[in-house]
């Protein structure tokens, strides 16, 4: 059983921006199908992981595992992520544009525009974002 003291020696801060220092490494787009995760991309989720698992609600550490998960091909690991996240912070629109990213990515275009139109709605000021316009504008060539 963990104690007391494990608690107070865990640093979820110190833990994130390890994680996020590992995530540095990682490209902008998934690895291909079959391709072996790197090891720098498995850190990070391990590291995310232990996070998450002390304090479930960090939706910081849940967005960026998301994008691990996304990054390592493990679309609906990743989008099971952003789900949880979504239902502990509905609004956290950094996780509806993630999810949007991940969605469109995928090919899902309708479920990439739901998350888009949900994400705009919890803030308009989202619309001068240039992800925000890059995936808006990839929904509008999908749709013809």
């Keep these: 059983m963990i104690g007391f003291e494990f608690y107070t020696k865990l640093n979820a801060d110190f833990l994130m921006e390890l994680a996020k220092e590992y995530m540095e490494h990682a490209n902008n787009k998934p690895i291909s199908k079959g391709q072996t995760v790197p090891r720098y991309l498995n850190k990070a989720i391990k590291?995310?992981?232990?996070?998450?698992?002390?304090?479930?609600?960090v939706s910081e550490a849940h967005i960026t595992l998301a994008k691990a998960k996304w990054l390592a091909n493990d679309i609906p690991a990743a989008l099971k992520t952003l789900?949880?996240?979504?239902?502990?912070d509905p609004d956290r629109v950094e996780a509806h544009v993630m999810s949007a990213?991940?969605?469109?990515?995928?090919g899902s275009v309708s479920a990439a525009r739901s998350a888009l139109q949900q994400a705009l709605s919890l803030d308009f000021k989202i619309r001068e974002?240039?992800?925000?316009m890059m995936i808006k504008?990839?929904?509008?060539?999908?749709?013809?």
């Design 47 to 57: 590291l995310l992981d232990n996070v998450l698992r002390q304090y479930p609600v």
């Design 83 to 88: 789900h949880e996240c979504i239902t502990n």
């Design 101 to 106: 990213v991940i969605n469109i990515e995928d």
């Design 129 to 132: 974002n240039p992800v925000f």
């Design 137 to 144: 504008a990839q929904i509008e060539a999908k749709d013809g």
